[in-house]
Each structure stands twice: as C-alpha cells, then as structure tokens.
C-alpha cells in the first residue's frame, strides 16, 4: 500500500494570489477524503500576514479532524504555529528545515541549525501533551537544490538529517522543493538517509517544474518509499522560492502507483469530482494533469488495498 499524502489545500493554494472561502476548503478536504485520500495537509499555521491564505488554518482542521480514516497533517514553521495545531487537533504537524541556508532564512526567517533546535522544541512540547499525541515530520526542503543558493551538497543533507533525527523528529522525508532534482540523486540520497535512519527515512515531495517530478517517484519507489505527497491539479509551490512552481499531480500520481501494480486506495472518479470544488470557488485557476485530459486506458483495473 502506497500512502498519497495530498497537499493541494497547503501547497497548493498558499502559492496563490487568492483565497479559497473556508467553507469551499473544507468541502474540498472531505471530497478527497471521499476519494479514499487517508492523508491531508490541510493547510499551514503561519502568521496570516505573510500567508493570508492560511487564515483560517485552525478552523479547518476543527472541521474536518473527525473524518474517519482521514490523517490531518497541518505545517508549522515553528514552535508558536505547532502550539496552535495542537490545540487545534491535528494528527501530524510537518516542519520544514531547508538544506539552503538562503532558503531557511527567507522562508522561515532562521539559520538552519536554528530550525533544527525549533524541531526538538516542538517534540518536547508535544511529549508534554495529554491523550493522542500528534506525529513531528520533517521534511528537508531544498534537498536537491535551491533557486536562491544553487546546489546543494548531499554530505550536507545526509548530515542535516541525522541533526533532525536527534532533535527528536519520527519520520524525515526529502523534499525537492524547486523542482531541481533527478532520478539518479533522488536514488543516492534516499538511499544514504535509509542506511543511516532506518524506518526514520519518511517521504519523498517532488515538484514538477523541470518535468521529472513522476520520474523521481520511481526512483524513489526503487529505494523502498512509500509515501509520496502530491497536489490535486498540480497547483502549488514555495513562495519563497522563485519559479519553484508544480507539484506532481495527485490524479497521475495515482494512475502510475496503480499501473504499476501498487495500491493506492485511491478512486480516479471521485477524485476527478473533487475538482469541481477548486473550478467553482476559484474560477479560471488552472489545473494540470494527464490522466484528466486523456482519461484512463480501457481495461484500467484498481488494486485491492
């Protein structure tokens, strides 16, 4: 069983210049999760002033946190933003660290060996927590390149992650958050970072910007991942990373999985329902995806999850 992690409300709409209405996010969430999506990062709790976007971050996750079998992932930049997803419910709060020292400071303001000390804050706060205690996930940003600094060594990344793995983080995944990354560096670092962490090793988060985002999925794949994350539509990016524009497309994404014979759980025809909520409340976006265009090929069976 592959695990889609769908981050289309995050991802996805903080890199745009409009706001989707919270009732229309929340439609959208549950429409996904009716798809048979088991995990959502449904948003960011950032300062509303540098993502307005991500708002209404708390009710959101209030709203759809109930949903059976639904994970609720939220991203918090630092100790404040995980102290309200806490408080708002969410199953898993995600953190990014930037491998680029550029990108750590223009997205999160710190140095990277300063973000890596907000990670062990932010498990010391959640080890304090009474009841279900929500996962800490890291995601390395940057991790195959940056806009801002250029390449970026994979000593440094290998490295970097065992920081993360100390400062008390359960899964640490790779992201390429500029779109720079290839089959074969994908391969060499997740196979470095499952040797030195084991079962820490967590996700693979591709963009599409280059046209290699599905390419690096199988790559990945080959090293034993299991859970990629995607956008519905393939809307999103980093702000703070110029022309790190297209995540991989959640419908292709599960359209390779299960030709390839892999499971998803995931139906395409409800999924491709889930689209209307984004055309209808953001009329005009533009959404990508080939599997959309050309459909599916006639005989096309789902695996049994």
Not at 151 to 162: H, K, N
Not at 192 to 208: K, P, S, V
């Amino acid at each position: 069983m592959i695990t889609i992690s769908e981050v289309g409300p995050r991802d996805g709409l903080q890199s745009l210049n409009r706001t989707m209405p919270t009732a229309d996010k929340i439609a959208w969430i549950k429409a996904l999760a009716n798809a048979g999506l088991c995990e959502i990062e449904v948003g960011s709790f950032v300062s509303p002033k540098r993502l307005p976007q991500m708002a209404d971050c708390g009710d959101v996750v209030r709203a759809v946190r109930d949903i059976p079998g639904l994970t609720v992932v939220a991203l918090v930049p630092n100790l404040r933003g995980a102290e309200a997803a806490f408080a708002a419910g969410v199953h898993k709060v995600s953190i990014p660290v930037s491998a680029s020292r550029a990108h750590s400071r223009a997205n999160v303001n710190r140095t990277v060996e300063e973000a890596v000390a907000e990670v062990a804050a932010i498990r010391a706060l959640r080890d304090t927590l009474d009841g279900p205690r929500p996962t800490v996930e890291v995601g390395i940003s940057t991790a195959f390149g940056c806009t801002l600094e250029g390449p970026v060594a994979e000593d440094w990344v290998i490295r970097l992650a065992g920081m993360i793995a100390e400062a008390g983080a359960e899964s640490i995944g790779l992201s390429d958050t500029t779109g720079y990354g290839n089959p074969a560096q994908v391969r060499r670092l997740f196979t470095r970072m499952r040797a030195d962490l084991g079962d820490l090793t967590g996700g693979g988060h591709f963009h599409n910007t280059r046209g290699q985002g599905l390419a690096n999925v199988v790559a990945a794949l080959d090293c034993g991942i299991t859970t990629f994350d995607s956008s519905q539509g393939g809307i999103g990016g980093c702000p703070y990373a110029p022309g790190a524009s297209g995540n991989i497309v959640t419908e292709d994404l599960v359209f390779l999985l299960e030709a390839m014979g892999l499971a998803t759980g995931v139906d395409l025809d409800r999924l491709a329902k889930a689209r209307t909520t984004i055309l209808n409340s953001l009329p005009g976006e533009t959404l990508y995806g080939h599997v959309k265009d050309a459909g599916v090929p006639k005989g096309f069976k789902y695996r049994p999850t």
